[in-house]
């Protein structure tokens, strides 16, 4: 069998994996391209001579500088965390389509904001804010409009696609405040006034293009919006409508929206359905996997890299620029291995493990080397050489952001766009990403003291939480890796017992786990409400047992 870069197992035909369905992943993934320029600018920024004396920086104590850096770094995941709650009912009322465009509009004026702020650090932080609501309202909205339109087989892939668009960004940030370090005087403001302004590049491109991108077909049948659904899919899946693959997919989406739909139920209903069995595992794994990607400590590189390549022993602003820009090529590199190979192929579950695990070893070596060697005193001191066992530390932190990447970047957006039942996707989704951005709030505001109070102590704290999560992934996590949205009530309705355990003893596939199990929608009226209950028939030696 060849080589492919799609999920095995599928019965998706080619036809789907088309250039169409590509180009829609890849104008959405704008709005990525600014969520990643925007979160690995600032470090840099802050660091150039310019920015620090026009927000006075410069002659700052340490304390002051730390308050301030964290202020302005949070605000931005602040911004993000209400974002994305106060997007969830317009994504649910106007479509993902008109969500998205206001979303950029609102990132465009705080964009704007940074831009023209003019050394006044309160414009500074009211920017970072209202920016941070445009970009926590599209990592909300656009992997879950990716996910909503994309065939199974490479969902994967195109929620990748919005990844690595996120980690291109970042790269593109980083190699930007070194080159405005090298080339523009920091005598003018123009040194830092242009990396924030280029930000507005990716916003301007979302904005309009995603005015050429269909709706999603799934909240279009939400809404009884059949035939628009149907023309959607056969106009992105490049077949006609009366192919067996669109009659099947329509037949699917039918099953989750016809007599339970969300749109004939109250918001209280919504919120009493996270409860339920099959849903309540579900959002717990999704804000146990949004935390758990703050906590591997990837944001205190990110946010902060200059200051991180500091305590390393690396001086000067260009200096640490330069290797902080290749901290943005190993990421980006990370992300294309999680959307070519990985996400399809290795698969969402066994990503997380030895993302973890293997993740673990360049944090635990630095923090080792920080306190063995202590770099950043001996540069103080004067002594700016390094041997090889500092070479060693730089590249762990060029290899911590490959291997974080290719692993618990991706995946953990990925799985959480795709796991939720259709009558309340947009509103765990919703939850789960105000719980990525409130970690990563906490996180940021917290690691400036952490670095300057803990040092090395730091690294090995991450380090450390890596390990305890690599082994919550192996007996809690389920794999999703080529199953339809559909298919997910499927799977997590069964118990953990069976999904996770009673597949690693038994060395099966979670499609060899489910092959025996067929749903029988089972629909019971009450006096205030219709629920949707399924019915699991499993067929062991021919014998039916109905749970």
Known sequence: MGFNLHADGTNDPSEVRNWRIHMIAVIASMSAIAMGYDTSVIGGTMALDSFRRDFDLADSSPTVRDTLQGNIVSTFQAGCFFGALLMFPLAEWLGRKRAIMISALVFLVGGTLMTASHGE????????????????????????????????????????????????????????????????????????????????????????????????????????????????????????????????????????????????????????????????????????????????????????????????????????LFATGFYGIAKTLGMVIFTVWLAEKVGRRNGLIWGAFVGSLPMWYIGGFTFLADPAGQAAAGNTDRNAWGYIAMVCVYLYGLIYCATWQGITWLYCSEVFSLDIRMLCVAITTADQWLWSFIVSRTTPYMITSLGYGTYMFFGALMILMGVWAFFFVPETKGLTLEDMDLLFMRSMHTTVWTALRERKSVKDVLANTSPAAVYATGSEEKEIRLEYVDTVEDKSVAR
């Open 121 to 320: 650090i309160g414009l500074l932080i009211a920017g970072r804010a209202i920016a941070g609501l445009g970009i926590g309202a599209t990592s909300l909205i656009v992997p879950v409009y990716i996910s909503e339109i994309s065939p199974p087989s490479i969902r994967g892939r195109l929620v990748g696609l919005f990844e690595i668009a996120s980690q291109g960004g970042g790269m593109c940030g980083f190699w930007v405040n070194y080159a405005v370090d090298r080339t523009i005087s920091d005598s003018t403001q123009t040194q830092w006034i242009v990396p924030l302004g280029l930000q507005l590049l990716p916003g301007v491109l979302l904005f309009f293009g995603i005015f050429v991108c269909p709706e999603s077909p799934r909240w279009l049948a939400k809404n009884d919006r059949w035939e628009d659904a149907t023309r959607v899919l056969v106009h992105v899946r490049e077949l006609p409508a009366d192919h067996d693959y669109v009659s099947t997919e329509i037949s699917d989406i039918k099953r989750q929206v016809e007599d339970g739909s969300a749109n004939r139920m109250s918001k209280s209903q919504m919120f009493k359905r996270l409860f339920e069995k099959g849903s309540r595992n579900r959002i717990g794994i999704g804000l146990l996997l949004m935390a758990c990607q703050n906590l591997t400590g990837v944001n205190i590189i990110t946010y902060y890299s200059p200051r991180i390549f500091e305590t390393l022993g690396i001086t000067g602003t260009s200096t640490k």
